[in-house]
């Protein structure tokens, strides 16, 4: 079953203000959110988690701290 992330669980657990993470997503290689529920973007964990380290946003211990607030829908 697919696991997704929000960017308020980004925000959150890499202490980062919320216009930071808003610009992330609005990066033409950032993931496409998959879902939405309600207000609420929806994005593919694992694509998110290799652009977090491909652009140095997020180590392996951050990235392993996120997957504490993954969804499945």
Do not use: C, N
Not at 2 to 26: G, N
Not at 30 to 37: E, L, M, S
Not at 54 to 73: M, N, P, T
Request: aromatic residues 14%; hydrophobic residues 35%; glycine residues 2%.
């Amino acid at each position: 079953m697919p696991r997704y992330i929000t960017r308020r669980a980004i925000q959150r657990e890499l202490r980062k203000h919320s216009m930071t993470v808003h610009y992330w997503t609005d990066q033409p290689d950032f993931p496409r959110p998959q879902k939405t529920i309600g207000r609420t973007y929806l994005y593919d964990a694992t694509a998110v988690y290799e652009w977090l380290a491909r652009h140095d946003k997020a180590d392996e211990w951050d990235i392993e701290q996120l997957r504490a607030w993954e969804v499945e829908v």
